[in-house]
């Protein structure tokens, strides 16, 4: 399933994450969000309304020096990477990502290019890209528990 949305604006952009994110089904095993586009495109904001929705009133940044940020909210642990000073996938070894797998609810990984091959695969990637004024955003369902996830958050809707 392919959703593409016009976003005005930064509220917008807070707004079509916090749908998905009240979409949100359970499972036993982590939704991965890749979130693609480039820099000033809106993935820290998206993720900020994911977690705002989700019950953080924190701020959220993109962990880029830290590459991961780790909330433990009532709906489970959360975590938001940012790959984008990574020099290749080995340097992820160090994060023993693998390990944070067990007991996270979501993955939001920015630049998941950047670890390419040592990610867990996608369930959902968004691509945001600059639209005049606004933003673009399109969300792109790549497992079955995605395409769940995204068809309760917009329904059969595809533009």
Known sequence: MIVERVLEDEAATLALAARLALAMPARDQPLIVYLQGDLGAGKTTFTRGVLRAL????????????????????AGVVLHLD????????????????????????????????????????????????????????????TIPGSQWVGGAFGSSVA
């Open 83 to 142: 790959l984008y000073r990574l020099r290749g996938a080995e340097e992820l070894e160090a994060l023993a990502l693998p390990d944070l797998l067990p007991g996270s609810r979501l993955w939001l990984i920015e630049w998941p290019e950047q670890g390419e091959g040592a990610l867990p695969p996608a369930d959902v990637r968004v691509s945001l890209g600059v639209a005049g004024q606004g933003r673009i955003a399109r969300l792109e369902s790549l």
């Open 55 to 74: 019950g953080y009133g924190g701020a959220v940044r993109s962990p880029t020096y830290g590459l991961v940020s780790e909330y433990a909210l009532e």
